[in-house]
Every structure is written in C-alpha cells, then in structure tokens.
C-alpha cells in the first residue's frame, strides 16, 4: 500500500467539518472502547458516555448482561439521563413525562398509556447500541449495521492474552483534558522518536531506539519496547510495583508493549501491570484522555501494594506528552504550516494510522473529498 510518508495537513486537526466528518465516519461507525466491565459490577450499575453529540447509556441489568443504549427517550427525544454514573433500580424513567423502560431497554411503563389507542410498546424500546466485552474491556458501536468487534481487534489474538487481562482491576484512573486533535494524541503514542528529548527519565528505562514494532499494518499499531539493564518495569524508581504477571513468557520480562487500537484505544502492557488509554475528542482542538492502570487482585489485596510507582511514573510521562501535543496543535493551526516529512522507521506507525483515517474518511489521498 503506497502510503503518504508527510503529516497530514493542518485541516485535519482544526476543521470542524473534517472533525464531523471524523464523527460520523469513525467515532459514530467504529468499535469503541469504553473501559472495563466491572464499572457496571452489579446489576442496575450505569455509567454515560458522550461521543460527539451522542450520549449512551452502559448498564448491567437484571439478568447480568451489560447492555447499551442511546440516551434519549422513545417519547418525544428527551435526554433522560443527566448523573454521569450511577445505579438505577430496577428501570430507568425519561425525566418528563415518565415513560419507563426495563434494565434491557424495553418500554414497560406510559402513564395514562391505556388512552394511547394502539400504542404498540414492544416497538417503542430504547435504541440499542451494540456492546461487547473482550478481554475485561467494554467495546460500543453506535452504528446500525455494526462490523464484527474481530475487525477492531483480532490482530491481538494471541498477542495480550498472556497477561490475564479479563481478571486485572482498576488500581487508578486520571482524566486528562488536552488542548490538541486527538490524531496527535495517537500519532505521539506511535512513536518514540521524541522520546530522548520529552521524556529523559522513561528513555532511561527504556531506549527511544530499541523499540520492534510487531504490528505494522491495519487497525492495530504497535510493537514492543526493550527495558534497559536494570530496569524491571515502568515506574518511578525502575522497580516492579506487583510480581510480574504470572502467565508472561521469559521475554515479557523485559519488554513493555504498546498498541494502538483504531479509533481509540491505547494498550501498554507491563511486566507487572497493564495500562490503556482512551481518547474522546471534544471537538477539533480538544481530547479527554482517560488513563487507567490495571492490576491483579492478588497484587492488590497484598497489605504493602501501591500503584503508585506506575501512576506516577505515567502520569508524568503523560503530562508530557500531552503538553508537546499542545505545542503540536498550536504549530498545525498555523497558515504558515506544512506537512512535514515522517523519519522512515520512527515514525511509520504514524504514516499508517494516518492512513486508516483517510480511508476510514474516504479520502483517497489528504485533503481529497
Ligand atoms: S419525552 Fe420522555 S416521557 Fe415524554
Ligand atoms: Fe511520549
């Protein structure tokens, strides 16, 4: 496949016509991830997430299946939840005229219904949206006539399964608000060119240039980083914060993986702990960035466990990256701004996702309708 071997124009990143175009083609259409299953634990748990201009309901209902569902009342279109998490008991009622649907989405209560001739409430549910676990992790699509989840995520098939990941819990979570187009969230994620210069502390424990990427093509970018001599893990002081994973190979040891999932997603696998990342634009120039750090019970329920080390070590990391993406954002919207070249190998990766935006956008090369 010939790719475009430049950054993508500038519009790319400022356009609100190519951010709604990006809704509709990607973030409407593809598989997203919206964290782990046991945010919705026990049944009636619910949490909101907004994508663009939609809001879906995720909750876990009686019979302790997750289900989906846009937020917006068969009715007359009401918003009809406002609580960004919560538990509802045993339905879920619309605000304003309380109509009253069940855990699995089906109209069950119309006030003064019996007045409504024909009101046919087996057809009058909430919309669904489609819903899959994988691996522990929350996956929704919002369109219609969804592809298969496998599209999204079956080059990982026997890549991540090693660590366990349907049995880690959350250990920690940080919300990020970054002034910068999500695209160069992930297109930084990609690359460890800028790795010497941004992040001295995470090149010492990891050389920006011993990195293999073993995904290279597709929906699915990313590979492996060696840790340097001396280092266990990714952490503050270079230490494991838990024993390594029990199920790793010899090799994990001393490797930290790191995928991209298409549209957004990102997955960075450790020794000891797993931690993913996922993006939702807030407009051309904004993401919100979600960071959450995975661990196993049994580190966890150890009396000396602290995550902190992994958290830290992130959270700098990614303060990091956030501000140089800022910076990135702020040159991009420049009228002086160019697409530059990309380094060959560096920053390939970048050349490809850029690519699965174009197609998924059907442009046929950048800037092209
Ligand atoms: S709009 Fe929801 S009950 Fe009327
Ligand atoms: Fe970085």
Known sequence: MAHNTNSLPGEYFTSPVIHNDELSNIFYRRWLCVGRADRVAKSGDYFLQTIGSESVIVVRDQAGKVNAFFNLCRHRGTRICTEETGAFSKSIQCPY??????LDGKLIGVPDG???EGLDKATLGLHKVAIQEW???LFINLSRNPGPLLDSIGSLAGRVERWGL??????????YDVAA????VVENYNECYHCPIIHPQLNERSNYRSGVNDLNQGVVLGGYMMLAEGAESMSLEG???????????VDDLSRVYYYSIFPNMMLSLHPDYVMFHTLWPQGPERTQIVCEWLFSPEAMSA???SPAGAISFWDETNRQDWHVCELSQMGVRSIAYQPGPYHFWHESLLAEFDQQVLNALGHTSPGAD
């Open 97 to 102: 005229h309380a109509w009253t649907y069940g």
């Open 114 to 116: 019996h007045d409504m």
């Open 135 to 137: 691996q522990g992790f």
């Open 166 to 175: 349907p049995n880690l819990k959350i250990a920690g979570q940080i919300v």
């Open 181 to 184: 187009n999500w695209k160069l």
């Open 239 to 249: 230490g494991y914060c838990a024993p390594p994973l029990d199920n790793i190979d």
């Open 303 to 305: 009396p000396d466990f």
